[in-house]
């Protein structure tokens, strides 16, 4: 018997009845894909001046969210790993967030993919249950650098990204049957983004989109949150596919055809330049997968609420969906193994009072309270909350003092969600309290001036200046 996955391969579509396949448009048996350049003249041709006031405003808060994601990011193993990387490339003279300098277009791209996502603080979309905005941002950074274009037509560049990547990324989750995460759709955003700041015209655009699509990393994600390692969205691959894709487009490479242009995914470009989805982002307070994020926002309140000491308990059940339910519960030896994972970032919550670096960093994964807390903890799958995933991921604790004492919470959802309205104050508190471990109060300041004023500064202008921040400020 034909799989879905194979009919779906092969054009036959089951949407307009679910109990049936039905013949997609074919011509002598091959797959139609409808050639328009309508995703391309959007990313080519979108404006600062163009955007809604809204949007822009959102394009900055996601420049200094993003930012926030590449400093953290320099300062863990997976960054080294990708400085590491960049040896076997030719240098340059490009600096990127975190003091390092002297780097090739490649080398920078490679080097900040390998950095964007190491923390798991970025952004993230619910449509695609996965991070847009790590996705592309090293390759458009480097592009942003090597072409030293302003930094507000790198957050212009910024804004089309998320539209290309959240578009492409529901099609291939669809048509593949299966939960590709951020690496596969964050090579076809990359490709594009490059595309736009080193001027490409819109056939070269089809062409660098084609064959990151064709060659994207199809990262089997869940894989990944049940055995974590540095694998986890597979960003540094999307990165470098991306950067490929773009430059071999440059050398004469020829491609046709993406997932885009096959006639059920048309819909999906028919809201270009009306609906904006850097405006239904979710913004995350915590460095960790976002489905602990519900239970480490319930033991924080709760704590708070009633006034309990992390040794006053004994027990804590944390009800959720079975998604959550299948994160990781191993003793991390790793800061990866201890981000996709449930019941170490909710220990830590407990003990520490919060989820940052400072508790998800190597140093501090072996702390003896966290690990004899994770002891203590205990994880259901809710029949009521999993109904309710993917359109909604919610979760509730039930805590068990040690003099018999229950309580128990409402359902919660991860803070930061798009339906949260999100602003500037919020996105300033974030970075605030992430980047305390590294920088001064008056350092804080005056990196978050360097990010929202004088926009139309050369973006390399911009990152020496928040690395001279970042150094004279330093802790």
């Given at each position: 018997?034909?799989?879905?996955?194979?009919?779906?391969?092969?054009?036959?579509?089951?949407?307009?009845?679910?109990?049936?396949?039905?013949?997609?448009?074919?011509?002598?048996?091959?797959?139609?894909?409808?050639?328009?350049?309508?995703?391309?003249?959007?990313?080519?041709?979108?404006?600062?001046?163009?955007?809604?006031?809204?949007?822009?405003?959102?394009?900055?808060?996601?420049?200094?969210?993003?930012?926030?994601?590449?400093?953290?990011?320099?300062?863990?193993?997976?960054?080294?790993?990708?400085?590491?990387?960049?040896?076997?490339?030719?240098?340059?003279?490009?600096?990127?967030?975190?003091?390092?300098?002297?780097?090739?277009?490649?080398?920078?791209?490679?080097?900040?993919?390998?950095?964007?996502?190491?923390?798991?603080?970025?952004?993230?979309?619910?449509?695609?249950?996965?991070?847009?905005?790590?996705?592309?941002?090293?390759?458009?950074?480097?592009?942003?650098?090597?072409?030293?274009?302003?930094?507000?037509?790198?957050?212009?560049?910024?804004?089309?990204?998320?539209?290309?990547?959240?578009?492409?990324?529901?099609?291939?989750?669809?048509?593949?049957?299966?939960?590709?995460?951020?690496?596969?759709?964050?090579?076809?955003?990359?490709?594009?983004?490059?595309?736009?700041?080193?001027?490409?015209?819109?056939?070269?655009?089809?062409?660098?989109?084609?064959?990151?699509?064709?060659?994207?990393?199809?990262?089997?994600?869940?894989?990944?949150?049940?055995?974590?390692?540095?694998?986890?969205?597979?960003?540094?691959?999307?990165?470098?596919?991306?950067?490929?894709?773009?430059?071999?487009?440059?050398?004469?490479?020829?491609?046709?055809?993406?997932?885009?242009?096959?006639?059920?995914?048309?819909?999906?470009?028919?809201?270009?330049?009306?609906?904006?989805?850097?405006?239904?982002?979710?913004?995350?307070?915590?460095?960790?997968?976002?489905?602990?994020?519900?239970?480490?926002?319930?033991?924080?309140?709760?704590?708070?609420?009633?006034?309990?000491?992390?040794?006053?308990?004994?027990?804590?059940?944390?009800?959720?969906?079975?998604?959550?339910?299948?994160?990781?519960?191993?003793?991390?030896?790793?800061?990866?193994?201890?981000?996709?994972?449930?019941?170490?970032?909710?220990?830590?919550?407990?003990?520490?009072?919060?989820?940052?670096?400072?508790?998800?960093?190597?140093?501090?994964?072996?702390?003896?309270?966290?690990?004899?807390?994770?002891k203590r903890l205990a994880f259901d799958v809710d029949p009521e909350m999993e109904a309710q995933f993917p359109e909604k991921r919610?979760?509730?604790?039930?805590?068990?003092?040690?003099?018999?004492?229950?309580?128990?919470?409402?359902?919660?959802?991860?803070?930061?969600?798009?339906?949260?309205?999100?602003?500037?104050?919020?996105?300033?508190?974030?970075?605030?309290?992430?980047?305390?471990?590294?920088?001064?109060?008056?350092?804080?300041?005056?990196?978050?001036?360097?990010?929202?004023?004088?926009?139309?500064?050369?973006?390399?202008?911009?990152?020496?200046?928040?690395?001279?921040?970042?150094?004279?400020?330093?802790?």
């Amino acid at each position: 018997m034909t799989s879905l996955n194979t009919m779906r391969y092969m054009g036959f579509t089951d949407k307009e009845d679910p109990g049936r396949a039905v013949k997609n448009d074919l011509e002598d048996g091959r797959m139609v894909f409808n050639e328009t350049y309508k995703m391309e003249e959007f990313m080519l041709n979108t404006k600062w001046q163009d955007l809604p006031e809204e949007v822009q405003q959102r394009a900055v808060d996601c420049g200094i969210d993003l930012m926030l994601a590449l400093i953290l990011g320099s300062h863990g193993e997976q960054f080294q790993n990708g400085l590491r990387l960049t040896k076997y490339l030719k240098g340059g003279d490009l600096e990127i967030p975190g003091g390092e300098k002297d780097l090739s277009f490649m080398g920078a791209a490679f080097a900040m993919g390998h950095a964007s996502n190491s923390y798991d603080i970025d952004d993230g979309h619910n449509s695609i249950k996965g991070h847009p905005g790590t996705a592309f941002v090293g390759g458009v950074l480097a592009a942003a650098l090597e072409k030293n274009v302003t930094y507000k037509e790198y957050l212009t560049t910024l804004v089309v990204c998320y539209d290309l990547a959240v578009r492409a990324g529901i099609a291939l989750q669809d048509h593949y049957n299966y939960l590709h995460s951020t690496g596969a759709y964050g090579a076809i955003s990359t490709a594009a983004g490059i595309g736009r700041i080193f001027g490409f015209t819109k056939e070269q655009m089809k062409t660098a989109i084609s064959m990151a699509e064709f060659h994207a990393p199809m990262t089997p994600v869940m894989r990944a949150v049940e055995y974590p390692s540095m694998n986890k969205d597979g960003v540094p691959f999307g990165a470098m596919v991306g950067t490929l894709a773009a430059l071999d487009t440059i050398a004469g490479e020829s491609a046709k055809t993406q997932v885009l242009e096959m006639p059920e995914y048309e819909y999906l470009l028919d809201t270009l330049g009306e609906v904006y989805e850097i405006m239904n982002l979710y913004f995350k307070p915590y460095t960790c997968c976002r489905w602990a994020h519900q239970p480490i926002q319930a033991s924080i309140e709760i704590m708070q609420k009633h006034g309990i000491a992390p040794e006053d308990i004994k027990k804590v059940t944390v009800h959720t969906f079975a998604s959550a339910a299948a994160l990781s519960k191993i003793v991390p030896h790793e800061t990866d193994e201890a981000q996709y994972n449930i019941a170490f970032p909710v220990a830590a919550a407990i003990v520490h009072g919060d989820v940052g670096y400072s508790q998800m960093c190597n140093a501090a994964i072996g702390n003896p309270k966290v690990l004899e807390m994770m002891k203590r903890l205990a994880f259901d799958v809710d029949p009521e909350m999993e109904a309710q995933f993917p359109e909604k991921r919610l979760a509730w604790i039930e805590m068990e003092l040690n003099d018999g004492t229950v309580y128990k919470t409402g359902p919660y959802a991860a803070n930061g969600e798009r339906t949260d309205n999100v602003d500037h104050k919020w996105i300033v508190k974030k970075f605030k309290r992430i980047v305390n471990p590294f920088l001064k109060e008056e350092g804080k300041c005056a990196a978050l001036r360097v990010l929202t004023d004088n926009l139309d500064e050369p973006v390399r202008e911009i990152v020496a200046d928040l690395n001279v921040v970042l150094q004279k400020y330093g802790r």
